[in-house]
């Protein structure tokens, strides 16, 4: 059989190779750009060219798709590598007489017996953007909004100075350290999950993400749950949000675990 005669269509194998291999790349074509994208419960397309575009990377959402309404207002608190860094004695004073309120969930020397987080030793500017966002409804929490909507904002700044001001100390309910789970060391880069420590560290963190060693498991694991199902979404970035919603219930479980379960560093916050 010549050249000629192998690749032509009235050669069997020739013709049999060539629509399987067009069957493979329709199939594969549609799973990959039309099923993979629709099956992703956390996006919504209007039309199949939607999942086409998301699929091939370019902007996916038609102009004339109208963008979720937001039923639930927004942080509005800026926050530099600035903010409160300068206290004075005043301020933490004034911020030690109105603490005695939060004394009932926060402890009286801002460590928590309960699941409250622990706010001594707390970055000044994470309590800052907390109690605005409690007092304008970014946030909400049963206790926390009556407690802040009267806060002025002299108080809120006295108050996020003295808990900064304050040492951090062991937590009341102490766990056995476990290792680092590996959704904290590397994150997951596939899913656009970065390492819990690159916002969350002791030393190296970004403006207004708290440091989170001893804070309570429950506490913890709560607020992820409420970052991945969009119930607490005073995140400015959306960074909680789509971090929250990409890790898996175990990966949520192992790190609040693990940083329930570390003391907290004996170095003082600085902002």
């Given at each position: 059989?010549?050249?000629?005669?192998?690749?032509?269509?009235?050669?069997?194998?020739?013709?049999?190779?060539?629509g399987i291999t067009a069957a493979i790349l329709i199939v594969t074509t549609i799973v990959?750009?039309?099923?993979?994208?629709?099956?992703?419960?956390?996006?919504?397309?209007?039309?199949?060219?939607?999942?086409?575009?998301?699929?091939?990377?370019?902007?996916?959402?038609?102009?004339?798709?109208?963008?979720?309404?937001?039923?639930k207002r927004l942080s509005g608190v800026v926050l530099t590598s600035n903010t409160l860094s300068r206290p004075s004695q005043e301020a933490i004073g004034r911020g030690a007489t109105l603490a005695q309120r939060c004394a009932i969930c926060h402890g009286p020397t801002g460590v928590s017996r309960a699941d409250s987080p622990n706010l001594a030793g707390q970055y000044a500017a994470v309590i800052y953007k907390e109690l605005h966002d409690f007092r304008t409804g970014a946030r909400s929490n049963a206790v926390m909004s009556p407690f802040a909507v009267n806060l002025t904002d002299q108080e809120i700044t006295d108050l996020s100075n003295y808990y900064a001001y304050l040492p951090r100390l062991p937590a009341y309910h102490p766990t056995p350290q476990l290792p680092k789970p590996n959704i904290v060391i590397y994150g997951a880069p596939m899913r656009g999950i970065?390492?819990?420590?690159?916002?969350?560290?002791?030393?190296?963190?970004?403006?207004?993400?708290?440091?989170?060693?001893?804070?309570?498991?429950?506490?913890?694991?709560?607020?992820?749950q409420a970052f991945a199902s969009g119930e607490r979404r005073n995140d400015i970035s959306q960074q909680m949000r789509n971090i929250a919603r990409a890790m898996t219930p175990?990966?949520?479980?192992?790190?609040?675990?693990?940083?329930a379960s570390q003391p907290p560093d004996v170095v003082k916050a600085v902002d």
């Open positions: 059989m010549s050249t000629r005669d192998l690749f032509t269509f009235r050669n069997r194998h020739f013709t049999n190779g060539v990959g750009f039309i099923v993979l994208p629709f099956a992703q419960p956390w996006v919504q397309f209007a039309n199949v060219w939607d999942a086409i575009c998301s699929a091939a990377g370019v902007p996916q959402r038609a102009a004339s798709v109208t963008a979720p309404e937001q039923s970065a390492p819990c420590g690159s916002c969350h560290g002791s030393l190296d963190n970004k403006t207004g993400s708290p440091w989170l060693e001893g804070q309570s498991e429950a506490y913890m694991k709560a607020q992820l175990q990966e949520i479980e192992q790190a609040a675990a693990y940083y």
